[in-house]
């Protein structure tokens, strides 16, 4: 094989696999934009289906345009009869990421769209995939715990559906818009693990389904999805407001890891954390929410990661607070990681909407470091 | 974001994703080795258990350790009756290979293996990934024509099992020994797009049902799989021996792609192809086989192909022969591209452990070419 002789850079880091008009990323002055659009406003006047049509479809959608698939996807939110029944086969002990990847492979199977260059195909792909992910992962959730899953119901908002199918009630607006939040501020995040996967599987020709299930197969490894959880599992460990000093200064001291702080491509706070901490505020200042100590624990912790390593460019992420907000909804940790994955599957759409414009297959090369011409040694010689 | 200001290579072509140990390929002079041990010498002497231990685990395994590992395989075909429920909900029309990425999803949340780094874990899932999958494909063969899934029979050797989990009798040892070869052929390439799509997933630290789920669809792509299907149907259309050389000339002249010739990284003839056509020989020859046309239908494509291409570089490959092989074995051809997955996972899997020793997430940049800093419109100015 021809080899260029460069170096393996590990993890690709630094080198360009894309050209990309999906999103940006300034790190130094913490903007996230999609499709040149500052997150914070369209977190303020949007809506996730709004943002998912913007990313994959390049322009915010006319009214027309919206309604229309707005309505495509509300009308597409059930699953089929056998994929429910499907589902009542996998082990109720599965991780709900794992059920997600395989509903999804097997849902494909339903709405053949091997030819990808079809853009009718792509388009309902898109809305089906977007509008049954919810769908499953709260059917998930309920056949978990042995109970019936609740169906959608279409007169809600998307964000209050899914809400209603894992609660079989509906939310208050406050609580239906942190929800959509939520989903929008997981849409896109240029060219992460899962990203940069969708556009390999993509580049084969498969279809988006196959594409979408590999996606969320890389979202399950806990050095990329998951780290929420984690965060939650930190601030019970610390357990009071007064505790936090110590315990941060101990970790700081130590060198540890301090979950949902510190970003590759950030240098200051992460856009996201900003606007979840602002709508945690909300969250608990409202009357369904309780345990507000879990978000002073954490501002305390915040706090006192500024004071210590802020010189080093370490602030908090959105893993920071997108747990707090979950615990804050109700919502049990191990739909954490999934429910990531209902915002960013409008992101690895509009990947692989790009990558397909101008695709060649991914196959990079190898640096050999084997031996050469070994014989085959008879076993009983070995 | 930081960025090099490096140009995006279209699919990393030449970029080298990893150093490895597992493969090597020389393009000029047809030579694949598989840990430094030549192909052509493993699809003589060794077997299919064998290359897989020796490219998981790198070395050729004593007799015990042979002896442990086929003992494992052999006595972990079976899939769970919760497993084969499911399979039977899926949709008759589904593609094998969505079966077979649903179903290995599915199969992981039996199997716990988040902890990726605890060695005991791993050598299991890589039994239980060779074990299964050739159950999983012959089942879905089965299940797809309505009938009932024949359990592996475990007095049989590997590729004897698979062939009679398909028929329902047994290989006779001309066919056997095929089968096996066409797995050791198959079982790694070095870094193309399923397995460089294995080592991203595997990256994150996701389980190995995960990684290989996610390798399947990489697989699945047309652009990745597939092309034997495509040899067969072109082998059909020239229909006689005679019309052969016009056909061929045709294409020449109106510079269509031939399907099965040329590859990316060999030169020369395939290696693969070479062992494969001695094979055919062999079971066309044997009371078994029928209409050896086919074979004379190929061989004289390849010979005018040699005539009129070979001065730029273009031979048979693999994928030219693998495909009349399959044929004069019965094998529909639906089970072609699973077939190459049976053999392939052990690659996956070589290269998952090969990832993990040196492990750092793959995460590339892009380079963003879109607009900045606009603003949101309200739907009634769009």
């Not at 894309?18 to 903007?31: H, L, N, P, T």
């Not at 499709?35 to 303020?44: T, Y």
């Not at 804050?328 to 690895?348: D, K």
């Amino acid at each position: 094989m021809e080899e260029r002789h460069m170096n393996v850079v590990p993890g690709l880091a630094g080198i360009p696999a894309a050209e990309s008009a999906v999103s940006f990323i300034d790190g130094e002055k913490g903007i996230l934009e999609y499709r040149g659009i500052n997150i914070s406003v369209l977190a303020e006047k949007s809506d996730f289906l709004e943002v998912s049509y913007l990313l994959v479809f390049g322009h915010l959608p006319t009214a027309e345009e919206y309604r229309k698939f707005k309505e495509d996807i509300t009308f597409h939110t059930r699953l089929k009869l056998k994929i429910l029944r499907m589902m009542e086969d996998l082990p109720e002990s599965g991780h709900p990421m794992d059920y997600l990847q395989a509903v999804v492979s097997a849902m494909g199977m339903y709405y053949p769209a091997r030819n990808t260059l079809d853009p009718e195909l792509r388009y309902w792909s898109v809305v089906r995939l977007i509008a049954k992910l919810p769908t499953i992962v709260a059917a998930t959730n309920r056949l978990r715990r042995g109970d019936a899953p609740i169906p959608p119901n279409n007169d809600l908002s998307f964000a209050a559906n899914f809400y209603y199918m894992i609660f079989e009630k509906e939310p208050d607006p406050v609580m239906e818009k942190i929800i959509d939040v939520i989903l929008i501020l997981h849409a896109d995040h240029t060219m992460n693990a899962s990203t940069f996967s969708s556009r390999v599987v993509g580049s084969t020709l498969a279809d988006p389904y196959t594409i979408v299930s590999s996606a969320i197969g890389t979202l399950s490894g806990p050095l990329h999805g998951g780290a929420n959880e984690r965060v939650i599992k930190m601030l019970k460990d610390i357990g009071t407001v007064d505790k936090a000093r110590p315990y941060i200064e101990d970790k700081i001291a130590r060198k540890d890891k301090i979950m949902g702080i510190g970003h590759r491509v950030y240098k200051t706070k992460d856009p996201r954390a900003v606007l979840l901490q602002k709508y945690a505020h909300q969250l608990f200042s409202h009357e369904h929410s309780k345990n507000v100590e879990i978000l002073e624990i954490a501002e305390e912790v915040e706090k006192v990661v500024e004071e210590k390593l802020s010189s080093k460019g370490l602030y908090a992420n959105v893993d920071f607070y997108s747990g707090i907000v979950f615990q804050a909804l109700g919502i049990p940790p191990e739909l954490f990681t999934p429910i990531f994955a209902l915002g960013r599957v409008s992101g690895w759409l509009a990947h692989w909407e790009e990558q397909l414009r101008t695709n060649r297959i991914y196959r990079p090369t190898q640096n050999y470091i084997g031996k050469r011409e070994q014989s085959y040694v008879p076993v009983d010689k070995r």
